[in-house]
């Protein structure tokens, strides 16, 4: 029967969909999912891909920026004038009536302070007289009568020549039968036994190098057109000897300093070309730091191939564990941070940021007038300083300028604070507030300065020396460098005249040392040699300003 029924086509109910419909429509959303996942992964990792980009953009912005900074503070440096002082500003002041504004230099009707003679200079008298052939008068021919009076006049004169000595040293024997060697008088006192030139020759190699930055071969060239004829070898040599005559003197020194109650400390490079001449040693760096530590009594130098804060600890440090060091004033350089001491930190290097920060970013007013703020608020404090300083016996004073160097202080902090910084401000804002403990620590004892000045400058003889000579090409020249500058800074800084002191004390050194008697304690006889209590024994040596 079932046979027989005829079939039907099925009708499509309302609501419902026909198989084929239903497969293609579970296709299609399966398509369509991969497709949206696809589509959802390739615009996350478009949106990445430019998130990354325009921070790119940012970065290479902010470096463009920081480039063509640094490229306007290099520029300034080479092209600009080399010096740290503020611009003063032209005050119009209202004048009298008649009255003619002062200009700069010597005032009209001024007399002036006259011609300063120095009459502490050897004197030689010269004695001028007119030719007996024109010793009378060009119209009566009758001759001139000599008054008993002359004028005299000055001049100041130089004599630059190399003299050679023939001692002749007178022998003897004796008249009894007691027996013995030809007797020969003594020979002058030398610095090296048998040596052809003289102490005071030694002595005048060892200033015109160390003192007046005149490389060796510069001075054989000039005693060459004074006619002496001298190796450069020769004067290294002799240079190098006489180290070790000057170096217990410089030990010393150093133990000395490390009791100091404050001392500056700066460094700076050093070639020392050792290296270059031994080939086991060609993995080594010539470049080398040259410390500077200089306190109220001594000026001391060290040479040393590293930067970090074992080499104070070695040379200064007391106690087991060489912890034990004086106050530096210092500029923000890690190492002193890591000794563990008091550190006040230089005002000068904080005024540079501001300074630098102004030939940065000169396009930018605001950023110039805020580091200019912060400049003339230091200006202010160092004025105040000074006042201070000067009213120290009067507690009353002092306190009044303290305060008011406080009140300075706080608002170079409100500067600091602002919300509108931009990235190099916050970093100088960010420094200030991380030194600020350092930087202000001069309030504690009116005897701390404001700045690391004294270091800088006595860096400055050292400095020429390197650019005039390259640095040195061994390490006993690199050592003695350091001795040679170290004694002759601190004969400076007492007014002591470094020639007569080195003369002084290497005579005594050759009579010690160099006979037969025992040589006497160190103690003894090198604390008469430091330059401060030379000062005091030995007047006559002092510089005559």
């Not at 940012?58 to 640094?70: I, M, S, T």
């Not at 005249?497 to 290497?506: A, C, D, I, T």
Request: aromatic share 10%; net charge positive.
């Amino acid at each position: 029967m079932a046979e027989l029924l005829t079939p039907v086509e099925e009708v499509p109910v309302a609501g419902s969909e026909p198989p084929f419909f239903k497969a293609t429509h579970r296709y299609e959303d399966n398509d369509f999912r991969l497709l949206y996942e696809r589509e959802y992964h390739a615009h996350k990792e478009t949106r990445r891909k430019l998130d990354a980009a325009e921070a790119d953009i940012v970065y290479l912005k902010q470096r463009v920026e920081r480039l063509e900074a640094d490229n306007a503070y290099l520029r300034k440096l080479l092209f600009s004038k080399k010096t740290e002082k503020h611009r003063k500003i032209a005050i119009e002041v209202e004048l009298p009536a008649g009255a003619e504004p002062r200009t700069h230099g010597a005032q009209k009707g001024h007399k002036g302070h006259g011609r300063k003679i120095p009459f502490h200079l050897p004197t030689q008298d010269h004695r001028h007289s007119i030719h007996p052939e024109e010793c009378r008068c060009s119209l009566c021919g009758l001759p001139f009568e000599e008054l008993n009076s002359e004028e005299i006049s000055y001049e100041v004169t130089i004599q630059v020549q190399y003299i050679l000595f023939r001692h002749r040293r007178k022998k003897y024997r004796k008249t009894c039968r007691c027996g013995g060697p030809i007797i020969v008088s003594p020979g002058p006192l030398k610095l090296f036994e048998k040596g052809m030139y003289s102490m005071d020759f030694w002595i005048q190699v060892l200033l015109d190098k160390y003192a007046y930055g005149m490389p060796l071969e510069r001075q054989v060239k000039k005693m060459a057109s004074e006619g002496l004829e001298v190796s450069p070898g020769v004067l290294t040599a002799g240079l190098l000897r006489s180290a070790p005559y000057l170096k217990p003197l410089y030990e010393l020194m150093i133990e000395q300093i490390a009791f100091e109650k404050l001392v500056h400390a700066d460094e700076t490079r050093w070639q020392n070309w050792a290296c270059a001449y031994e080939a086991e040693r060609k993995e080594e760096k010539s470049l080398q730091w040259l410390w500077g530590l200089f306190s109220n009594r001594f000026h001391v130098f060290v040479i040393d191939p590293s930067r970090g804060a074992k080499v104070i600890k070695n040379r200064l440090g007391q106690g087991e564990q060489k912890t034990i060091v004086p106050n530096f004033v210092c500029d923000r350089y890690k190492a002193y941070q890591a000794l563990g001491t008091s550190l006040y930190y230089c005002w000068a290097h904080v005024r540079r940021d501001f300074l630098k920060l102004q030939i940065q970013y000169r396009g930018e007013e605001a950023v110039v007038g805020w580091a200019q703020k912060e400049i003339d608020l230091i200006g202010e404090m160092y004025a105040l300083n000074r006042l201070r300083v000067k009213h120290r016996d009067n507690k009353a004073v002092f306190e009044s300028y303290e305060n008011q160097i406080r009140e300075v202080l706080g608002k170079m902090q409100d500067l600091m604070k602002q919300d509108d910084l931009k990235p190099a401000q916050k970093a100088l804002a960010k420094s200030m507030a991380f030194h600020w403990d350092g930087l202000v620590r001069f309030l504690e004892d009116p005897d701390v300065p404001l700045d690391n000045n004294l270091a800088e400058r006595e860096l400055r003889t050292p400095v020429v020396g390197r650019k005039n000579f390259y640095g040195t090409h061994s390490d006993r020249a690199t050592e003695s460098t350091a001795i040679f500058y170290s004694i002759i800074s601190t004969c400076k800084q007492h007014g002591v005249s470094p020639q007569k002191f080195l003369k002084r004390y290497l005579t005594t050194y050759v009579k010690l040392f160099k006979s037969r008697a025992a040589p006497p304690v160190r103690n003894d006889w090198l604390k008469a040699f430091l330059p401060h209590e030379y000062a005091k024994l030995h007047p006559e040596d002092l510089v005559t300003a």
